[in-house]
């Protein structure tokens, strides 16, 4: 009785393998095509349209109006309650590189003695996951300074994350003013 040899070549291996990974990018895509809330993703921003883009539209707004509303009160510590405790921000009249809630508060305890009150000019609302977005664009804040009420205008984003309790809070705040020209 002959002897086969049973065992697979280098080449019938590779062949195997590039199959697995085959069938696993393919089953990473299915996955994928699903996106967030069944919206077609194929980038790391989400593309909307219609209904499910003006949701987010509609809470970058109500976020914004929460935020400029905390502005209003005066309480720093109201505003940095909208930041989450991992927090990165860059203020817009601070040289400083912020993280956390504390340094935050610490920032706008200085910062509401303008009486900031800022309105968007124009803005962008790019969806990352159904749990968090980014939203950018320039606003104006009117501020007390020197006896007057001046105008500053500013470049703005937001990414803004839902936390364990479903609350929308800031992750990173970039705010710089707008370069003349």
Not at 3 to 30: D, E, P
Not at 50 to 59: C, H, L, N, V
Request: hydrophobic residues 40%; aromatic residues 12%.
């Amino acid at each position: 009785m002959e002897k086969r040899n049973v065992g697979f070549s280098i080449n019938t291996l590779i062949n195997i393998f590039l199959v697995f990974i085959t069938v696993g990018f393919l089953f990473l895509g299915a996955l994928v095509s699903k996106g967030i809330e069944g919206v077609k993703t194929n980038q790391i921003v989400v593309t909307m349209q219609g209904d499910a883009m003006r949701k987010y539209e509609q809470i970058a707004m109500e976020n914004f109006v929460r935020w400029n509303e905390a502005l209003q009160s005066h309480d720093a510590k109201k505003v940095a309650e909208l930041y989450s405790s991992e927090a990165t921000f860059l203020p817009t009249l601070s040289p400083k590189f912020m993280n956390g809630n504390e340094e935050a508060e610490a920032y706008f305890k200085r910062f509401l003695k303008k009486n900031p009150m800022g309105k968007v000019v124009k803005e962008k609302v790019q969806v990352l996951s159904s749990s968090s977005y980014l939203h950018s664009g320039l606003y104006n804040f009117q501020i007390d300074e020197a006896g007057g009420r001046y105008i500053v205008e500013a470049r703005f984003t937001f990414l803004w994350t839902l936390d364990e309790q479903g609350i929308w809070k800031i992750a990173h705040h970039h705010s710089s003013v707008k370069p003349k020209g």
